[in-house]
C-alpha cells in the first residue's frame, strides 16, 4: 500500500473561541492519527499544540477525540478510516480546552487528591506484607489504568453537566476507591475511614447510572463498570442499604422534618 | 527587564519519572519544601515505559540471591567500568526501596507463598525482577505519585494547603540552573501551557530528567528526552562522565515505519521468547563472547531446559547482556539474513500456548496487536537494536548523588553517570531511580538545610540573560527546527550508532558544528502559548550539546566496551578499564578530559575469581 | 509579552451547559460522531418496548395460561382462588377470593422488579428510554442530572433484595419444567416441544439470574482476601464468568420467557397440539 492524501478537520483555538480547520495531509502505511498530526506539525501549522509522550498507548497523554469518539491519538490506526473519509481531530470535550487539542484536565489530579491514600497496616513492616496472587489480581486490573481520562471525558455526568464536578469523582476515581477497598492489606478502616460509605457520600458514586461509556472507550481494556463502579456500589448497599436501617432513617428524617 | 513570577522552595527536582519523584518524597520527608517540576503531565514520565521489572536481591525466587551476587552481575554486565561504590551501593539498597514501594500501596506479582514474585533477566544470574505483568514501570510512577498525593494529603490535614510542602509543577520546562556564586540558587523555566517565566529560588536542585534518546532516529524513548538534564549540569558548570555509553536495546520493532523503535520488552526472552534468522537459525549461539563461554548454554536443549530447572543448566543465550545481543543482530541484519523489514524474528508463539502468552506479555501481544496487526500468539514479531538508554551522564559522588564541582547540584537516574559502567542491564534502571532518587533527595534535603542561614541569593542578570535566550526563537528565522531535528537524529543515527568508526564520527562532529549554527536562527511562529515549535528550539540546544559530548567521547575511547563499539577497535582495551571521560563546557566548546578511577575495594574485588578478573583487569591492578 | 501574537478567534456561538459550557473547546455541534450510535439505543428500545406490550397484554389477559402439563411462566406460581386448577402445579390459593384481576400480576411483581432493577437493564433503558445519555459521547437532552442519588431512582439500590425473591421464583419455573415431563394426562414420562422450550427456558433464566451483579457480589465479591475463602472464591469466578455475559443472558431469557408464555398460550387457545417427542 502506498501513501494517499486525507482530509482532515483538526480544532483550533483556544478558551475564548476556535473551530475546525481543514487540511489535506500525507498518509503512510501503518500510520496512526497522532504521526499524521505530527505531520501537521512539522509541515503545515508548527504551533499546533498537542500532547503527548510515549506513542505506545503506556502514559495516557494524547487524549482526544476522533471522529467524535474519545481515544487515544497514538492507538487510533489509520487504516480504520476509509481513504474518503475526513478525519475530525477535536481536544477532549469535557473538559476546558487550553489550546488546540490541549485541554486542562486539572479536574482529575484534584480528584485524585479527594480520594484517601493506602493506609498501611498497623505493625506489618517492609518486606513483611504477605499477599495472596487472588487477592491482588482486582486490584491490580484497575492498577493498569494509564489515567488518559478517556473515561471522564465521556462519563456524560460531567460531560454535560459541568455542574456535577464538584461531587463526582468520575469513573477513574471511584476505581481508585474500588482499588484500595479491595487491596487486601490496606486499612483504611481500621483508621476509621469507610470506603464503601464515603464512597457514595463524598465521591458522588450515586450519580453513576452504570451506562457503561467508561468501559467503551478504556484504551486499557478495564471492565470499569463490571468490576470497579457496581463492585462498588454493591458495597455501599452493603453499609447504607440494609432494608430496616434505611426505612429507620427516612421515618426519623421524616418525623423530624415534620 | 520582565517581570518574572518567583518563589522560595528549599530543594527542586526538576523531572517527575521515578527518580524525581522518589528525591521529592525523601526531602519531604526530612523536612524540606520540595517542589517538583516535570515537561509532562504528572504520572505521565518515561519511567511508564519500563516493562520487564526492578531488580532487587530479595532472594523470593531464589534463595542464594544476595546483594553480592547482584553487585556482581552489575559489574560483570558494565564490563568494570562501573563506579563500584554506586554498584554497591545499588545492590545493598534495591530490597528496601523495593519493600517500601509495597507500603505505599504498589501491588506486585506474587509468588505461591505470597512474597514478590521475580523473574529471570539478561544478565541476571538469578530470577530477581519484582515486576508487574509488563507494566511494572507504570506501577512505580504510579506508586510514587500517589505516595506524593498521600504526602499532600497529610500536609492539607496540617495546613490547609496541598500544596505548601510539596508541589508539582507540571508542564512547566527549565532552561536554566541558576548560580550564586559556586552555589546553585534556583531555577529558571516556562510554563509549557501559558509560556510564562518563572524562577524558583533553592539552594538545592535535584537533576532527574532522564535520557537522551530524542536524539537519535530510532529510538525508544519519549519526546521529553532531549538530555535537558545533562545539558543544564553542563551550562552550570558540571562534568559529564562516559557519554560514549548509549545502549541500544536489542529489541524495538521495526515494522510498520511509524513505530520504529518502540520497545519490545526483555521479558519476551527470559520468559522463553528466542531468536531467529531468516533461515530459522538460533543465531545467538554463535555470539557468545569469550567473558561469557562458562555462563551460557551451547545447544538449543541445554538453552531450552533452563527454563525449567536453572540450578542444573546453563541460560539460553538469548539472555545475555543487551550490547552483544545488539550487536549481534546488527551484525546478521548486516550480513543479508534479516526479516523482511530490517530486523530479525522474536518467537514466543511457537514456545508458549497463547493463552500464557497473553497472562505474562498482555502489553506486548496488544502492542502488536494494535500497533503492527500482528498476533505474537501466532506469529514471530520482527525486531531489531533501538537507542534505549545513557549509561552515560552527570558524575556524582557515589554517596550523596551530588554533581561534581557545583554545591548544591545533585543528579539521580538516568541523567547521573557511573552506576552503570558501559552497559547497563535490565531491571537495575527501576532499581537505580530508587536508591539514587531517595540519596539524592536525603543529601539535597540536608544541603538546604545547612544552607538556611546563608541562602544563596538569585542573580537578576542570569534571570534576564535566560529569559532573553528562550525568547530568541522569536525573534530570529531561516531554520525550521523540526527540520534541524531531523538532521540531528539521523547524524546520530548513522555517524555515532550502534557500530562507530573514526571517520564517521569526526564527520558527525563536523555536522553538529554546522547544526548548531543554524539553531541559532531556528525561528518559531505563533505565540508563547503552548507552542511545540518553540519548545523543541529550545529543547535543540540541549540535544546538540549532549550529543557533541556523545560524539567527542566516543571518537576519544580506541576500545570497544559494552554500549560502545568501534569498528576500527573491536577489542576490550583492559587498560582503558581505569579511564574515565569527563566532558565539561570550556566557555562555549564542549572539551573533554581523561581521568583515572580509584581502584575497586579488595573485599568487592575478592567476589570475583581471579580468572574472571584477568579478562578485565590490568596486570597492575590485580597484583596491587 | 513580546511575542504575543493573538491566537485565531473564529467561532463564537452562544454557549450553553455540557459540551458547550463556558472555556470548553467551541464545538456548537453537540456530537461529532459519524458512525450510526443511534442503532444501538434504537434497538434496545424497540425490544424493550415490545416485550412491555406482549407481557402487559398477556399479564392481564388473565386466560389461555395452562394447557397441561404447561404453565405459562407469567402465571406460575398462581396464587388466587380464580386461578386455573393445575394438578401438582404450583398454585396455592394464599390470595382467596377477592383477588379479582389476572393473578398473574401478583407475581409478576418480582421478576419486573428484579430485572428493572438489574444493573443491565438500567443501562439499557437510560440509555434507550431516557438518552441519559443516548450514546457515548453524544450529549444528553437533559438539564439536569442526578442519577442514582434521589427518590426514586435511589431504590436501584435494592436489587440484591429482587435477586433474593427472583431465586424461588427461579425454582419454582424450575419445579413447573420438571411437571412439564408429564403429560397432558399427569402421567410421567412425556417429553413434547413444550418441554424442549420449558428447559431451554429454565437454564437462561437461572444462568440471568447467577450471572446477576448482586449474586456476584454476595457469594464472593464482597470479600477481601479470597484466599481465605477458596470455595466462595470459586463461586465468585462462576457468577463472573456468567456476569461477563451479563446482557447477552438479560436478552435470551427475556425472549425465551415471552416465547414460553407464547407456546402456553397458543397451545391452549387451541392453535396447535403440542407436538409430542416420546
Known amino acids: 500500500m502506498s501513501g494517499y492524501e486525507a482530509r482532515f478537520k483538526v480544532w483550533r483555538g483556544d478558551a475564548h473561541g476556535g473551530g475546525l ?78 489550546r488546540d487539542l490541549v485541554t486542562d484536565v486539572g479536574f482529575n489530579y484534584r480528584k485524585a487528591r479527594e480520594v484517601p491514600a493506602f493506609v498501611p497496616p498497623a505493625g506489618v513492616g517492609p518486606g513483611e506484607y504477605r499477599m495472596m496472587q487472588e487477592d491482588v489480581d482486582r486490584s491490580q486490573e484497575f492498577r493498569k489504568c494509564i489515567e488518559c481520562f478517556l473515561c471522564q471525558d465521556t462519563c456524560h455526568v460531567v460531560r454535560d453537566h459541568e455542574e456535577n464536578k464538584a461531587a463526582f469523582a468520575g469513573p477513574r476515581f471511584l476505581m481508585r476507591i474500588a482499588e484500595l477497598d479491595m487491596h487486601p492489606l490496606d486499612a483504611a478502616a481500621e483508621s476509621g475511614v469507610d470506603r464503601k ?62 | 527587564m520582565s517581570v518574572v513570577e518567583r518563589q522560595g522552595w528549599d530543594v527542586v527536582v526538576v523531572g517527575a519519572g521515578g527518580a524525581g519523584l522518589r528525591a521529592a518524597i525523601e526531602a519531604r520527608e526530612r523536612g524540606a519544601r520540595t517542589a517538583v517540576i516535570c515537561k509532562s503531565l504528572f504520572g505521565k514520565a518515561h519511567t511508564v515505559m519500563a516493562e520487564g521489572g526492578i531488580a532487587a536481591a530479595m532472594a523470593n525466587a531464589n534463595e542464594n540471591d544476595t546483594w553480592q551476587v547482584h553487585f556482581r552481575d552489575t559489574m560483570r554486565g558494565g564490563k568494570f567500568l562501573n563506579q563500584w561504590r554506586m554498584a554497591e551501593l545499588h545492590a545493598q539498597e534495591a530490597p528496601d526501596r523495593v519493600w517500601e514501594l509495597e507500603t505505599w500501596g504498589a501491588l506486585f506479582d506474587r509468588t505461591k507463598d505470597g512474597r514478590i514474585s521475580q523473574r529471570n ?44 510542602r510539596l508541589r508539582v509543577f507540571q508542564e512547566c520546562t527549565v532552561t536554566r540552573v541558576l548560580k550564586d556564586g559556586d552555589r546553585v540558587s534556583g531555577v529558571f523555566g516556562y510554563e509549557r501551557e501559558s509560556g510564562r517565566f518563572f524562577v524558583l529560588e533553592a539552594p538545592a536542585v535535584v537533576i532527574a530528567t532522564g535520557g537522551i534518546g530524542k536524539s537519535f532516529k530510532v529510538t525508544s524513548n519519549s519526546w521529553e528526552y532531549t538530555g535537558d538534564g545533562h545539558a543544564l549540569a553542563l551550562l552550570a558548570g558540571a562534568p559529564l562522565l562516559n557519554m560514549e555509553f548509549v545502549q541500544f536495546h536489542p529489541t524495538g520493532m521495526v515494522w510498520p515505519p511509524s513505530v520504529k523503535g518502540i520497545l519490545v520488552t526483555e521479558s519476551v526472552r527470559g520468559d522463553g521468547g528466542v531468536l531467529r534468522n531468516s533461515d530459522g537459525k538460533r543465531f545467538m549461539f554463535d555470539y557468545v563472547p569469550d567473558v561469557f563461554k562458562e555462563k551460557y548454554a551451547e545447544t538449543e536443549d541445554e538453552a531450552d531446559r533452563w527454563y525449567e530447572d536453572p540450578d542444573h543448566n546453563r541460560r539460553p543465550p538469548e539472555l545475555l547482556p543487551r550490547d552483544e545481543v545488539a550487536r549481534a543482530i546488527n551484525t546478521e541484519v548486516k550480513e543479508g539474513r534479516g526479516s523482511p523489514h530490517g530486523g530479525v524474528f522474536l518467537d514466543v508463539s511457537t514456545r508458549m500456548p497463547a493463552e500464557v502468552i497473553k497472562r505474562r506479555l498482555p502489553s506486548m501481544y496488544h502492542q502488536f496487536k494494535e500497533l503492527a496487526d500482528v498476533d505474537i500468539t501466532a506469529e514471530a514479531m520482527e525486531v531489531g537494536p533501538t537507542c534505549h538508554y545513557v549509561m552515560g551522564g552527570i558524575a556524582v559522588e557515589s554517596d550523596s548523588a551530588a554533581a561534581r564541582g557545583v554545591p548544591g547540584l545533585y543528579a539521580a537516574g538516568e541523567v547521573a553517570g557511573g552506576m552503570h559502567g558501559s552497559n547497563r542491564l535490565g531491571g537495575n534502571s527501576l532499581s537505580d531511580l530508587l536508591v539514587f532518587g531517595r540519596r539524592a533527595g536525603w543529601h539535597a534535603a540536608e544541603h538546604a538545610r545547612g544552607s538556611a542561614a546563608t541562602r544563596p541569593v538569585v542573580d537578576d542578570a542570569q534571570v534576564d540573560a535566560a529569559a532573553e535566550e528562550a525568547l530568541r526563537p522569536f525573534s530570529v528565522s531561516g531554520e525550521n527546527p523540526y527540520t534541524l531535528h531531523q ?26 558544528a554546522e547544526l548548531r549554527v543554524r539553531a541559532a536562527r531556528a525561528g518559531v511562529e505563533g505565540h508563547r502559548q503552548f507552542n511545540p515549535g518553540w519548545h523543541l528550539a529550545l529543547d535543540l540546544r540541549n540535544m546538540l550539546l549532549v550529543s557533541e559530548c556523545v560524539a567527542r567521547a566516543a571518537l576519544e575511547r580506541t576500545e570497544s566496551r559494552g554500549g560502545h563499539t568501534r ?54 591492578e590485580l597484583y596491587e | 509579552m513580546a511575542t504575543g501574537t493573538e491566537p485565531p478567534t473564529t467561532e463564537r456561538h452562544p454557549r450553553a451547559g455540557g459540551v458547550r459550557a463556558a472555556g470548553r473547546a467551541a464545538i456548537a455541534a453537540p456530537h461529532l460522531r459519524t458512525d450510526r450510535w443511534w442503532l444501538a439505543p434504537a434497538a434496545t428500545a424497540a425490544g424493550l418496548l415490545a416485550f412491555v406490550v406482549y407481557s402487559t397484554w398477556r399479564a392481564f389477559a388473565g386466560a389461555d395460561y395452562y394447557a397441561a402439563p404447561y404453565v405459562s411462566p407469567f402465571y406460575s406460581p398462581c396464587l388466587a382462588e380464580n386461578c386455573e386448577p393445575m394438578k ?103 417429553m413434547g416441544l413444550g418441554t424442549l422450550v420449558f428447559v431451554v427456558n429454565i437454564v437462561l433464566i437461572w444462568a440471568y439470574t447467577l450471572s446477576c451483579h448482586s449474586c456476584r457480589h454476595i457469594v464472593g465479591g464482597k470479600l477481601k482476601h479470597f484466599s481465605r475463602h477458596p470455595v466462595r472464591y470459586r463461586m465468585w469466578q462462576f457468577a463472573g464468568k456468567l456476569n461477563a455475559r451479563h446482557m447477552l443472558l438479560a436478552w435470551t431469557s427475556l425472549a425465551s420467557v415471552a416465547l414460553a408464555d407464547l407456546y402456553v398460550y397458543l397451545v391452549a387457545s387451541g392453535v396447535f397440539e403440542d407436538p409430542r417427542f416420546f
Not at chain 1, 41 to 60: H, I, S, Y
Not at chain 2, 503 to 511: D, K, S, V
Not at chain 2, 577 to 597: F, H, K, P, Y
Not at chain 3, 116 to 123: E, G, H, I, Q, V
Open chain 3, 88 to 190: 401438582g402445579g404450583p398454585n396455592w390459593e394464599i390470595f382467596g377470593s377477592w383477588w379479582g384481576i389476572s393473578p398473574a400480576i401478583i407475581i409478576l411483581v418480582f421478576p419486573l422488579g428484579f430485572r428493572l432493577t438489574c444493573y443491565y437493564y438500567r443501562k439499557a433503558y437510560y440509555r434507550g428510554f431516557w438518552a441519559s445519555p443516548p450514546a457515548c459521547a453524544v450529549a444528553e437532552p437533559h438539564k439536569k442530572y442526578t442519577g442514582e442519588t434521589r427518590f426514586p431512582l435511589i431504590l436501584q439500590n435494592i436489587h440484591r433484595y429482587f435477586f433474593y425473591a427472583a431465586i424461588p421464583v427461579a425454582g419454582i419455573l424450575t419445579y413447573d419444567t420438571v411437571l412439564a415431563f408429564r403429560d397432558e394426562r399427569y402421567d410421567w414420562g412425556h
Open chain 1, 21 to 98: 480547520e481543514d487540511f489535506r495531509v500525507e498518509v503512510n502505511e501503518g500510520e496512526v492519527v497522532l504521526d499524521i498530526i505530527h505531520r501537521l506539525q512539522a509541515t503545515q501549522a508548527p504551533d499546533l499544540a498537542v500532547r503527548w509522550n510515549c506513542k505506545a498507548g503506556k502514559c495516557g497523554s494524547c487524549s482526544a477525540e476522533i471522529n467524535g469518539r474519545p481515544r487515544l491519538m497514538c492507538m487510533t490506526r489509520m487504516s480504520v478510516f476509509t481513504r474518503e473519509e475526513t478525519v475530525t481531530v477535536t481536544p477532549l470535550r469535557a473538559f476546558p480546552v487550553v
Open chain 2, 567 to 620: 569498528e576500527d577497535f573491536p577489542g576490550m582495551d583492559r587498560a582503558w578499564r581505569r579511564v574515565n571521560l569527563l566532558c565539561a563546557l570550556a566557555g562555549d566548546a564542549v572539551a573533554l578530559s581523561r581521568e583515572t578511577t580509584a581502584p575497586i575495594r579488595p573485599d568487592l574485588l575478592a567476589l570475583f575469581e581471579k580468572e574472571e578478573l584477568v579478562k578485565y583487569l590490568a596486570e597492575e
Open chain 2, 487 to 512: 538532521e540531528l537524529q539521523r547524524t546520530m543515527n548513522d555517524l555515532v550508532g550502534i557500530i562507530r568508526r573514526q571517520g564517521e564520527m569526526e564527520q558527525a562532529l563536523q555536522r553538529l
Open chain 2, 121 to 164: 533477566f539478561g544478565g541476571h544470574e538469578y530470577p530477581r525482577l519484582a515486576h508487574v505483568g509488563d507494566r511494572t514501570g507504570l506501577e512505580l510512577i504510579r506508586t510514587l505519585q500517589q505516595r506524593i498525593v498521600a504526602l499532600q494529603q497529610e500536609d492539607f490535614a496540617a495546613t490547609g494547603d496541598y500544596e505548601s
Open chain 1, 197 to 258: 460509605r464515603t464512597a457514595q457520600d463524598e465521591h458522588g458514586l450515586g450519580y453513576c447510572n452504570i451506562t457503561k461509556c467508561c468501559t467503551e472507550v478504556c484504551p486499557e481494556g478495564i471492565k470499569i463498570t463490571d468490576n470497579a463502579l457496581i463492585p462498588l456500589k454493591e458495597r455501599a448497599v452493603d453499609r447504607k442499604y440494609d432494608p430496616l436501617v434505611w426505612l429507620g432513617s427516612k421515618i426519623r428524617r421524616r418525623s423530624s422534618a415534620g
